[in-house]
């Protein structure tokens, strides 16, 4: 038994707790800090003879109070709460841009089909035309201000990207040397070190706030892998990530993995799940494309259902109208990957079934159709062979392919992405805009009936104002001379054949051809047509009634006449009487009216070219457009359709606000209970400091104790004070 030893073993047990204790008040405001404590146990006793006696104490453990299922939790609420904090973020930024009623598209849209509500007022009003070329203008500025923005938040989000890759790096770098150290300590020591520890811990959750990540304990080391299976760390090395423009489409940034030794591949970004890094990449796929995409059919929409309207009408002058807008088309990105020399196109064909999705066009050898078709939005798949089939079309859009593929080749192509970008307005005289109709139609002066019709539509704005002349050739078969910008349609029984502009056609006797509004049977079997004939201009024409035969006749030869009641549509050929039904629609050259009353035998009536001027009959049908069904199959005007993006976009922003607020709290909740166990309370550490120095004051007594019956022993050497003692 020797009490100098037990004092100092109690010394030095009462100092290292003094020390713990210490250390955790100087790091209570330290992020991730964990309370450390002392454990103290007896060295064990000595059997005095009497009984044993023990010889002290030493300090067992110096250990971290920590819960690594409250660990975990936090990790996890602080994946969730990062994500969902990037993408409110974000959405909360286009939100801000379309439902500003400052800077929306919805007023300046309202202000230009007012400045055509104005000149169908007045349609000689050189003012007002000219007010509508400039709310024209100011419309497009708006799609292309709030393009240009939403452009620079993809700029934005991308080097946000890059930024979250290059701090996973870095943490997954500093796990590895952390788990290097630890083992060291381990190893040297038999214990860790318990700020190497919590410093793992700390880079961890620094990476939990990135992406998510899941943690796996081997031995002293933390294996950690992200959502998409990928190793970031495994013991004392660490994998890496990597940011490189997309091959599918290179304005936007993917991520990729970097294995420790060397090897790279890209990761499909809806694995990388959680994490700001993931609050990116779903706000990126799953509302900027969206709204992107959105805007830019929108765009469209007004551009090619004006300019189908607009070519519709006649100018001041009385000529064609011309298109109002430049509309933008299908952009198609090949893949850098690409293997083969085959080049995809793509081409609106029915606006009003454009939805706002991205489609991905691929080639697949072992199919038998050859191309897949995927709309990336819901990933609907469709397959076909365009060599077979010329083509194919879908949601509005037909689909080309040219050249030859190889496996697996595919192609980005985005329909409406930069539809609100390249919008621009193609007319600038006052002039040129088509207010008026087309055609003209009048009655005969000597009309003796109460016969009327109505006034005349048109079906193309590329009327022909004369006669085209053709030329046929014998040797090769073939009619040329139709105009060199109007496609050919060619129909028989076996269906209908379109020619490009420009080409010859093959001719067949009896055969439909249609181009610009106007179509022409060619009849003659008894001997190849002549080498030059005219198909006739619509107008001027004038047709007659008969009471005998009940039927109208006078239409220009050879164009054919189609006759369409609710049961029928009848196609009359070539100087054929057509029978008159009240309220049908009759078509011709491109012209279609309808005839109503009782006509008198011989009444006339007259078409004629538009003359432009006061007439107002297309301005009326431009500024119906506002509220046409025209998008979303015919079921949603212009405005409804882009409100109700918007009303989606700000929905979406309130459901991920809400979500974010849950998130915060659970973040919060779970940081609480983490800290209830391993955080500092300033009360109880002050009362372990004031244990540890009356502990430390009761063992330096007994040190004191010690050293005074040292000095008694030594001032009575050598004196006899009893029964054989011996005193000098």
Do not use: C, W
């Amino acid at each position: 038994m020797s009490i100098p030893n037990i004092g100092s073993s109690a010394l030095n047990s009462t100092s290292v707790g003094l020390a713990a204790t210490g250390h955790s008040i100087a790091n209570a405001s330290a992020t991730g800090y964990s309370r450390q404590v002392t454990e103290t146990a007896s060295v064990g006793t000595e059997d005095t003879g009497a009984g044993f006696v023990g010889k002290g104490s030493e300090v067992a453990n110096l250990r971290r109070v920590y819960s690594e299922f409250l660990t975990d939790q936090v990790r996890a609420a602080e994946t969730t709460n990062s994500q969902l904090s990037t993408y409110k973020d974000n959405i909360d930024q286009i939100n801000n841009i379309l439902a500003n009623p400052q800077a929306a598209i919805s007023p300046v849209m309202q202000d230009f089909f007012a400045g055509v509500q104005a000149v169908a007022s007045d349609a000689n009003d050189t003012s007002a035309r000219q007010q509508m070329i400039s709310s024209g203008h100011a419309m497009v500025s708006r799609f292309d201000a709030i393009s240009s923005r939403l452009h620079d938040l993809r700029l934005d989000v991308n080097s946000r990207i890059r930024a979250s890759v290059d701090d996973i790096n870095i943490q997954s770098e500093r796990v590895a040397t952390l788990n290097k150290a630890i083992t060291s300590a381990e190893s040297k020591a038999g214990k860790a070190s318990t700020d190497l520890l919590d410093a793992r811990d700390k880079a961890i959750l620094a990476l939990s706030k990135q992406v998510k990540v899941s943690v796996v304990k081997q031995d002293s080391n933390y294996d950690v892998y992200i959502s998409s299976g990928q190793s970031l760390v495994i013991g004392s090395n660490a994998a890496s990530l990597f940011t490189a423009p997309s091959p599918a489409d290179s304005s936007s940034t993917e991520v990729g993995y970097k294995s420790s030794t060397g090897a790279t591949s890209l990761l499909d970004e809806k694995l990388l799940a959680g994490g700001s890094l993931g609050g990116l990449m779903e706000f990126r796929a799953g509302t900027l494309d969206t709204a992107q995409n959105s805007l830019g059919r929108t765009a469209i929409a007004v551009g090619v259902t004006f300019n189908e309207q607009h070519a519709k009408g006649a100018t001041a002058t009385g000529d064609p109208g011309s298109d109002f807008f430049d509309v933008a088309r299908p952009v198609v990105k090949i893949d850098a990957r690409n293997g083969g020399d085959a080049v995809a196109g793509a081409a609106i064909t029915d606006v009003t079934a454009l939805t706002s999705s991205n489609y991905r066009l691929q080639y697949e050898d072992t199919l038998q159709a050859a191309y897949t078709l995927t709309r990336l939005s819901d990933g609907n798949v469709t397959t076909f062979n365009p060599v077979a089939a010329g083509g194919m079309v879908a949601d509005g859009i037909e689909f080309s392919v040219q050249g030859t593929p190889r496996n697996g080749d595919s192609f980005l192509v985005q329909p409406t992405v930069n539809g609100a970008r390249d919008m621009r307005v193609a007319i600038n005289s006052a002039n040129d805009i088509a207010a008026g109709g087309a055609a003209l139609a009048s009655a005969g002066s000597r009309n003796a009936g109460t016969g009327a019709i109505t006034a005349p539509t048109t079906q193309s704005g590329t009327l022909l104002g004369k006669p085209v002349e053709l030329m046929y050739s014998s040797g090769e078969g073939t009619l040329s001379g139709f105009p060199s910008d109007m496609p050919v349609s060619v129909t028989n029984g076996a269906g209908t054949t379109i020619y490009p502009a420009g080409q010859s056609v093959p001719y067949r006797s009896g055969e439909i051809m249609s181009f610009g509004g106007v179509s022409a049977i060619i009849d003659d079997t008894a001997a190849p047509p002549a080498p030059k004939f005219a198909i006739q201009a619509p107008v001027p024409a004038t047709i007659a009634y008969s009471a005998a035969t009940k039927s109208f006749s006078g239409f220009p030869i050879p164009l054919t006449v189609t006759v369409t009641t609710e049961k029928e549509a009848i196609v009359y050929g070539p100087g054929v009487p057509v029978p008159y039904t009240p309220g049908a629609v009759i078509s011709f050259g491109g012209i279609s009216f309808s005839a109503s009353g009782a006509p008198a035998d011989g009444d006339t009536f007259s078409f004629e070219k538009g003359a432009g001027g006061s007439d107002n009959r297309n301005a009326l049908a431009l500024r119906a457009l506002q509220s046409a069904s025209v998008l979303d199959g015919k079921t949603s005007s212009l405005q409804e359709s882009h409100s109700s993006m918007v009303s989606a976009i700000g929905g979406k922003a309130v459901e991920i606000r809400v979500a974010t607020a849950v998130a915060v709290n659970a973040l919060s909740a779970a940081i609480a209970k983490q800290q209830s166990v391993s955080g500092l309370s300033p009360d109880e550490e002050v009362a372990n400091l004031v244990r540890g120095q009356q502990a430390y004051q009761a063992a330096s007594k007994a040190m004191q104790s010690a050293h005074s019956m040292f000095q008694t022993l030594l001032s009575h050497g050598g004196k006899q004070v009893g029964p054989g003692s011996i005193q000098k």
